[in-house]
């Protein structure tokens, strides 16, 4: 009785969301998000082909390919093939392992990473075309997002690695969908995928976060195959006592899964990365590369502190002297700011390892003050520098670059892949890949489409 | 900061439990608790071989077959072969499908099918010893029966599979302790293991569950190996401020991981059961077979009402009435009663589909009436019979068979092996196989011994 009760709180989402799912077709996808879809695959192809080369990713193919049955599937900027699970898993680890990936705003899930891999690794093994792809692709990321808005920001917060978490029914849902999954199957990948989510934020900064980001495109691929068989799973694996939302949430908002469904697309809601950081520290790059392009580096040489104003939570989000590795630095401003400064620069080499090392680096560190000021939206912040010898100087940023006010635009967007393809070193033709992402409505076969990723023979 | 104030309410559970682990020795283990390691074993394989032709593991063979490299370890009362890692998930899930297999009474964790199934798999792609074995063994289910205990009674009332989310941590140590990783190597595979918990009571009597059981033995195993080539982890993957204990649990009793470690064994806590039901079932079932056997079928058909007085723990879970599948009637007094009074029987036919939509038994299932009643333990209850046209029987159980006061001796283990061997009519050798595990301390090689357990061909 407890049980049913309980239950009647809410809506059948689960029936819902897998109906919509399978009603769902391209003629109701609106132009903007259909483009919206490009540019999300043209920042995942980027992040993927700078993220190929990371010691991380170096051991996990190790370890799986020891455990792959076949080379179905390409490796985004790697020479390894895999079967389709292992590729799935590989590349969504590649284009997450620098948390430099797309961010759902309201939810902070990264949602690509799990459903592109899927649907990629997927398209290798069968001819799927572009908008095929394309609807999957934005059906998952919905999906996720919707599931995670449900739980949000309990859910993240108690420390559960929300894209990892959500990324699995991602990954179901969009594999589900090119396989045309019936409204009972798509229930069933949901429960399989439910059975499956987890990641911890306490793995943030180490190798183990991206075991848990590949499970969520492996294991979701994994429930809607297991599902197309009629493996079957809960009837309300989302909203039933004991699923998903109430497991993993607090006091779930279960409407935000079902609530104008079709009408309004969570991809909307997406922000791209100009810099490889917590996004906190997007406005503060902004200034101080602006700043370090007017002084001029001999000026800098005469700081006696560095002021940021900004809203509480880049304090709290980024406030931590003396790290010591490329990866804790994404998340420092006592580092962010003087690479920004003294080098005027904030790719992925300004937080690698060396650069945390630098000595004129480090002796900056000590001179960042943080100034809480309620009234700064997070994507708002102030530098001033004050010197020994000479007036401030200071740059105010209103709104940050790659914000939802202000997002990449697609040549950014364009020059990130090219960058980060450079900086993987994977050989990879970056060009070519970008003429087929802005063409891939048109696409006929999207597992080309992947090759084209592929580091050459 | 607040990090920093919340990890110091408990030591470095992660770092002692992983240099317990490594340092730990056979040496060390007392002789009953050796004894009960083979029984553990003995019982797994009864439990399997019944789970080997479900149609849940005929499924999920059909899709991990798909995604299997290579036939280097067999699968438990079936034909087929897969690489380590899908044999360890199809076999962890054959021994779970029926839940009927070993309880650790303080958890109600399964611990030993996650744990033994990577184990045997590992030991068909290397030499492993039976005394190495069965060390590992012990260890992985020390792991995770401590770590559940941390979480106990909160995680699985608040909705968490506790055999799955614990299981990789018991697959991971044991696998770990088998290929004699270093205490930093134990500890990022416990960090990996963390990463990739998961499984909901929400799929219980589905097919969903198998998935998590199987990832269980699956992910501890690939958490192991990835540790072994230096993937690595946090720090404090069970006791950090987003760490496992924290996110799964609400007030973790930290120090339930280390308690007594080494010096008390959680296997001493596990229970074997004599029906594939509900634990909480046991009495009830000791009493209506005892009755059934007394009265006779004629005397049955008179029956006017069952009354069945027990801790209401007995209530709350299995009144069920009209259970429609098999699977469901494992917990419904109102199917186990009428099937034990009137076939004698409690085995798994009488949990199966066929016997669920018996019209002889679903006569009586409305008969049955619940009498709280807390002066029982939930060992004990007691049955009685009322006629339309003669005086009431009545049965007492003080304490159920299969319960740590009363537990199955190694005669009934046996016979539960038997009688689950022909269930699943696998073919396989069933006096060989006990006579094998009850020799398994003198073996050289436990790949041989899993071989046993695997169809003929």
Not at 112 to 139: C, E, H, R, W, Y
Not at 144 to 155: D, E, K, N, V, Y
Request: charged share 20%; glycine share 8%; hydrophobic share 40%.
């Amino acid at each position: 009785m407890k049980n049913a009760k309980q239950t009647t709180q809410c809506g059948p989402i689960s029936a819902l969301l897998a109906d919509f799912i399978h009603a769902a077709s391209w003629e109701q996808i609106p132009g903007p998000i259909r483009h919206e879809i490009k540019r999300s695959v043209l920042n995942y192809f980027a992040v993927a082909l700078a993220g190929c080369s990371d010691p991380t990713l170096d051991k996990a193919v190790r370890t799986y390919a020891r455990f792959s049955s076949g080379p179905a599937a390409a490796l985004i900027g790697r020479g390894e093939r895999m079967d389709m699970l292992n590729a799935a898993a590989i590349n969504a680890m590649g284009a997450n392992v620098y948390d430099y990936d797309d961010t759902h705003i309201p939810t902070i899930i990264h949602p690509t990473a799990p459903v592109a891999s899927a649907l990629f690794a997927l398209s290798q093994t069968q001819p799927v075309a572009g908008k095929d792809f394309m609807l999957a692709f934005l059906l998952g990321v919905e999906a996720q997002c919707r599931i995670g808005l449900a739980i949000s920001p309990f859910h993240y917060d108690k420390g559960w690695h929300i894209t990892s978490t959500c990324g699995v029914f991602g990954s179901a849902m969009a594999v589900g969908k090119t396989r045309r999954l019936t409204p009972a199957r798509l229930r069933w990948a949901l429960g399989s995928a439910a059975c499956q989510a987890g990641g911890l934020v306490e793995s943030l900064g180490t190798m183990s976060k991206s075991v848990s980001v590949g499970n969520a495109a492996r294991n979701g691929m994994l429930a809607a195959l297991l599902a197309e068989d009629d493996f079957d799973g809960p009837a309300r694996p989302l909203e039933g006592a004991h699923g998903f939302l109430r497991v993993f949430g607090d006091a779930p908002d279960f409407d935000a899964v079902t609530r104008e469904l079709g009408k309004e697309w969570e991809i909307g809601k997406v922000a791209y990365k100009p810099y490889p950081c917590g996004v906190v520290l997007n406005p503060v790059l902004d200034a101080c590369l602006a700043l370090s392009a007017r002084i001029g580096m001999r000026r800098l040489e005469a700081i006696a502190s560095i002021e940021l104003t900004s809203h509480p939570l880049l304090r709290q989000r980024t406030d931590r002297p003396n790290v010591r590795t490329g990866r804790e630095s994404q998340v420092s401003a006592q580092h962010a700011v003087p690479v920004a400064l003294l080098r005027g620069a904030a790719g992925l080499e300004a937080f690698s390892d060396e650069a945390v090392n630098d000595p004129a680096l480090r002796a900056l560190g000590p001179l960042v003050r943080f100034h809480d000021d309620e009234t700064y939206s997070i994507d708002s912040a102030k530098v001033v520098l004050r010197f020994h010898d000479q007036p401030p100087e200071q740059e105010f940023v209103r709104v940050a670059r790659g914000s939802l006010e202000r997002p990449l635009t697609d040549a950014e967007l364009e020059t990130k892949l090219r960058d980060l393809c450079r900086y993987g070193r994977s050989g990879c033709d970056a060009g070519r890949l970008i003429g087929a992402v802005w063409d891939m409505e048109d696409g006929k076969d999207m597992g080309r489409l992947a090759e084209l990723a592929a580091a050459p023979a």
